[in-house]
């Protein structure tokens, strides 16, 4: 009868999102995984090397933020064992509640757009009567709220318009654009006429003074 086996390697050892760090060699024990945030478990799944022996403390695992060590141990059929350490580091929430871009459909922003800026002027005619702001976030994980992507309408006078991220921590920072619709200082006339009688000369918005005739 052949001694009981003391192989306590594993053959395989798999992660179901990462990747392990160094790759998998039976002989080396101590493996890294880097994940996401968003990534909140992980399947650990490991195949022993010889059929007689044991496998325990793989599966599904779940996540906390920072480092999770996880640890499994192979059992050779002679009862000796070998345990291999995987320790799975996910990253923290992003605090990144910054603006890529932001830019407005009339006029000129001032100062030019800085993700640093936060507050910003701009100035329109009185023939503008709405305008429509664009704002990107710079993580792809934010949000962005708030007086963007419609048509704003403005009253004659200053109006302030506000975009507010929100990181993936929850952290919020907000951008404000103030607007100003100038006065209409046209003081002119369109038309001119009077009932019975023509001018003697056509009318022009630029002239002031005519004389009139019997029709």
Do not use: M, W
């Amino acid at each position: 009868k052949s001694a009981p086996s003391k192989d306590n390697t594993l053959k395989s050892l798999t992660v179901n999102t990462g990747t392990l760090s160094p790759a998998f060699s039976s002989s080396v024990l101590n493996y890294n995984v880097n994940v996401p945030y968003t990534t909140t478990s992980i399947t650990l799944t490991a195949v022993k090397n010889h059929a007689a022996a044991t496998v325990s403390g793989d599966g599904a695992k779940t996540l906390a933020v920072g480092k999770n060590t996880f640890t499994i141990t192979v059992t050779a059929q002679n009862g000796e064992k070998k345990t291999y350490t995987v320790t799975v580091t996910r990253a923290a929430a992003s605090n990144d509640n910054t603006l890529k871009s932001l830019t407005v459909s009339t006029g000129t922003l001032s100062p030019s757009f800085s993700s640093s800026q936060l507050s910003y002027t701009v100035s329109v005619p009185y023939s503008v009567t709405s305008i429509t702001i664009s704002a990107g976030a710079n993580h792809s994980a934010a949000t962005v709220s708030g007086d963007i992507g419609k048509a704003l309408s403005l009253s004659v006078g200053t109006k302030t318009f506000s975009i507010t991220v929100k990181a993936q921590d929850g952290s919020t920072k907000t951008y404000t654009v103030t607007v100003t619709r100038q006065k209409c200082t046209d003081n002119t006339l369109k038309s001119l006429s009077v009932s019975g009688y023509k001018f003697t000369e056509d009318f022009s918005p630029s002239k002031t003074d005519y004389i009139t005739v019997n029709i």
